[in-house]
């Protein structure tokens, strides 16, 4: 197992969910953080916490992964002390809506889109080559079982996830003689706010999601990201995929009615 004491790890969309259970479970490694979301005031409270807590140096950047001239603008800057990145755990993601293609709202299309593959891209492209230069470093990315097959009404979503898992495969071998390990942690039903944002805030809808079912939660996921990070220098996790025990896919989901 591999000390993480001390190393720079950098979380997009921290604020809330899985980034902010890897925020937590990385801090308690001694892990120093650079934690980026929207929500800067989400961000003030996680960074009191962790620092009361675990005596870590915390970062937060206020950034919207969508506008790439934002991201090399914030990256470039960061300060010379954090400009060392070890691991990147590329999360910010989202779903938005739930309709058929041929029905479906395109403002939806494009914020996935621009969220789940272009804003990954962005902050890979900034943080990566500082990675080739140094000839270490890891990048995780949270896809999704979305990403392996598809689900009713998810489409446009799904499509995101296989750019994901694509990216994530070409990004290792882009990588493959520099040193840099490249890891896909895909998830399948986790209690965040996923189906809230996905149903834009109807709580009787984003309710129905997890009806009948006890989902995993953002420290579960945490916990395979960690695993991931810590392994022994030549070991390279390729993929994680976890459900809840009862998910058996995207669309085979066993639902307790008593």
Not at 99 to 109: F, G, L, P, R, Y
Not at 115 to 141: D, P
Not at 244 to 253: R, V
Request: glycine share 6%; aromatic share 6%; net charge positive.
């Amino acid at each position: 197992m591999a000390s993480l004491k001390n190393k720079i790890v950098f979380i997009t969309g921290a604020s809330s969910g899985i980034g902010k259970a890897c925020a937590e479970i990385f801090a308690s490694k001694g892990t120093n953080l650079i934690l980026c979301a929207r929500r800067i005031d989400r961000l003030n409270e996680l960074r009191k916490t962790l620092i009361k807590k675990y005596k870590v140096k915390v970062l937060i950047l206020q950034l919207d992964v969508r506008k790439s001239h934002d991201v090399k603008k914030v990256i470039g800057s960061l300060p010379t002390q954090w400009k060392q990145i070890d691991i990147l755990i590329n999360n910010a993601g989202l779903a938005r809506g739930f309709s058929k293609v041929h029905e479906a709202d395109i403002t939806h299309w494009e914020e996935m889109i621009d969220t789940n593959v272009k804003g990954l891209l962005y902050v890979t492209r900034a943080i990566l080559s500082q990675m080739v230069e140094r000839k270490r470093g890891h990048v995780i990315n949270i896809g999704s079982t979305a990403g392996h097959e598809v689900n009713v009404m998810g489409n446009v979503y799904c499509a995101t996830k296989f750019a994901v898992k694509a990216l994530t495969q070409s990004i290792r071998v882009d990588v493959l003689d520099k040193n840099i390990k490249v890891t896909s942690v895909d998830p399948g039903m986790v209690l965040t706010e996923f189906a809230k944002v996905r149903f834009s805030g109807d709580e009787n809808r984003s309710n129905e999601v997890y009806e009948g079912v006890t989902p995993l939660s953002p420290k579960d996921v945490a916990e395979a990201v960690l695993f991931s990070a810590n392994r022994p220098k030549n070991v390279n996790i390729n993929e994680i995929v976890l459900t809840p025990i009862c998910q058996a896919s995207s669309t085979q989901i066993y639902r307790n009615k008593a």
